[in-house]
């Protein structure tokens, strides 16, 4: 007789095996395809078979549908070439651990059903924790991804004391949004200057705090940044770990980015001070390689995340019991969560850490080597220098318009779009547009640098009319 809503055991594997070839396949040959192209909705809807089903059909057919919707509809960020933004490629091992936590339906918020897994979690965060320089009182847990850990910090931070918050122009957008979410109201935030390498300026800091303290003001939480969106700059944060402890004002570092360089010994110098924070927010998703979701907060006290989030519900009563529970609903704003945590777990006892070390240590170094070659002719401006694996630019076009290096920028963005060797976008610096290399592929090579480069002029010269440099 057939079970409801369950395959055969024959079919089970006729799908999970088709599903790894697709997978297997997908990384095997992505190198030689294109990165993406311009999405297309109407194309898009008119193709996508939109009917809700009614009865069943056969799952590999369904299956097949699904990946020849998704192959050719959705831009590569774990492409070699993909240049664009931050989140990037993911381990196989990453993902196939996703794979056997949705498999085995695993439910790691409370303890009674998932002691493993918070055991597991336990350990991968005390992993983290001692990476990033965190004294044994802290903890942590796995959220979806950098916006929510900021948002459990800065939640935490103010639950801690309320009062005003601390940023720069340069801060991720995800702050301010936590913030909104959080019912902040925003006549509360300062914006603190920055200083030519972007950096947050700690006199003026300084300065400021005390004249909120003047006037009678309750400073609550200072937001630092390793590794900004933008630049890749790395905040003062020793510096910045001093005046918080002098001040008793909370300081969350968002290392979502940058704070995986704590692997790095190039890197080692910048990140001094990251296990002074009293909160950190680090993707996995990011520059370890992880499948998305993979978000992590840590804090030097845990106590601190369940003063902030711990729960009661009659229902839970039975979890509270037994040896040291540990019922991640306490700490972070779910009580049914995924396993998020064994894709990292399974992927550093795989790989081992010095191999996600060189990986970090390759980005840093193609992001010198792209500065480099954009310095060594004469068509490119280096706005901000090589930080971490980031380094932004602009045409040189000597004696036209400001407005016209812009627009000249932009299009040469949408242009790798259309092209779909390479993607490469722009953020913006000073309120004007620059382009923007982030290398964080293990893969990505010299050659693949010099190579989008090399577009990069071309397209600058289509757009210019045959002479980018006119
Ligand atoms: C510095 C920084 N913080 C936070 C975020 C938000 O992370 P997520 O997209 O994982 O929510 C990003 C995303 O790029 C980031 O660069």
């Known amino acids: ?133 965190l004294p044994e009182t802290g903890g942590g847990l796995f959220v979806s991804g950098g916006t929510m850990a900021n948002l459990v910090a800065v939640h935490a931070a103010r639950s801690r004391r309320d009062g005003l918050v601390y940023v720069t122009s340069q801060t991720h957008g995800s702050i301010r949004k936590g913030l909104r979410f959080l019912g902040f109201d925003e006549g509360r935030l300062r914006i603190i200057a920055t200083d030519d390498r972007h950096r947050m300026d700690v006199a003026a800091l300084r300065r400021r705090v005390a004249r909120d303290r003047e006037e009678g003001l309750v400073p609550s939480c200072v937001v630092a940044t390793a590794g900004t969106t933008n630049t890749g700059a790395v905040d003062p944060l020793g510096a910045l770990a001093d005046l918080c402890a002098a001040e008793d004002v909370w300081l969350h570092v968002d290392g979502a980015y940058g704070a995986a360089a704590v692997l790095s010994d190039r890197a080692g110098d910048l990140l001094e001070g990251l296990g002074r924070a009293d909160s950190i927010a680090l993707d996995p998703h990011k520059w370890w390689y992880q499948p998305y979701e993979a978000g992590c907060v840590l804090v030097r006290d845990e106590t601190t995340l369940t003063d902030a989030f711990a729960m009661n519900a009659e229902y839970l009563r039975e979890t509270r019991h037994g040896t040291a529970p540990l019922n991640y609903y306490d700490l972070g704003p779910q009580l049914t969560r995924g396993f998020r945590a064994l894709k990292l777990w399974m992927s550093f006892k795989t790989f081992g850490l010095d191999a996600f070390r060189q990986a970090v240590e390759h980005g840093i170094a193609l992001a010198e080597h792209a500065q480099d070659l954009l310095l060594r002719g004469d068509r490119w401006d280096v706005v901000t220098p090589a930080q971490l694996a980031i380094i932004t630019f602009r045409p040189r076009l000597p004696g036209a318009a400001p407005g016209r290096v812009d627009d000249l920028t932009r299009r040469i963005a949408t242009g790798t779009l259309r092209d779909g060797f390479a993607l490469v976008m722009t953020t913006e610096i000073g309120g004007r547009p620059v382009l923007r290399l982030c290398i964080t592929h293990p893969e990505t090579t010299a050659r693949d640098v010099t190579d989008t480069i090399a577009l990069l002029e071309r397209l600058a010269d289509e757009a210019a009319g045959g002479n980018g440099r006119a």
């Open 1 to 133: 007789m057939d079970i409801p809503l369950r395959l055969s055991p024959a079919d089970m594997r006729r799908l999970g095996h088709l599903a790894v070839d697709e997978v297997v396949d997908h990384l095997a040959t992505l190198r030689d395809r294109p990165v993406g192209g311009p999405p297309d909705r109407a194309r898009m809807e008119a193709l996508f078979d939109a009917r809700l089903p009614g009865g069943p059909a056969d799952p590999v057919e369904v299956m097949e549908q699904a990946m020849a919707q998704l192959r050719d509809f959705i831009v590569h960020t774990d492409h070699p070439r993909f240049l664009a933004y931050i989140p990037g490629p993911s381990t196989f091992v990453g993902a196939v651990a996703d794979f056997v936590a949705s498999g085995l339906n695993v439910f790691a918020g409370q303890w009674i059903v998932g002691a493993g897994p918070a055991v597991m979690e336990r350990t991968t965060i005390d992993w983290l924790r001692t990476l990033c320089g």
